[in-house]
């Protein structure tokens, strides 16, 4: 949801402000009735353990390690020769 608030309602209610962005609300600040810039909230980002994003991209692509894709493509395909 998006507020638009003024520069008074900002500087005099900043800790409702913060309590809605942790919300998720966005905001539109103005000065003198004009949009003077936008408050929202940001992205957390979260630590991923590497093994687990492995596992995900495993997933992703479908994949396993690399030997056994090698070994899908030349049979599928024939093998690289690289003497032609």
């Known amino acids: 949801m998006t507020r638009t608030i003024t520069q008074a309602e900002?500087?005099?209610g900043s800790a409702g402000v913060m309590d809605a962005l942790e919300a998720g609300d966005n905001f539109i600040i103005t000065r003198n009735g004009n949009?003077?810039?936008e408050l929202r909230p940001i992205r957390v980002q979260r630590n991923?353990?590497?093994s687990d994003l492995k596992e995900r991209l495993?997933?992703?692509a479908g994949a396993g390690d690399a030997a056994s894709?090698?070994?899908e493509i030349d049979a599928a395909f024939g093998e690289d020769r690289l003497d032609d």
């Open 69 to 71: 894709e090698r070994a």
């Open 48 to 50: 991923v353990a590497t």
């Open 10 to 12: 900002l500087r005099n």
């Open 35 to 37: 949009p003077v810039g």
């Open 58 to 60: 495993a997933r992703f």
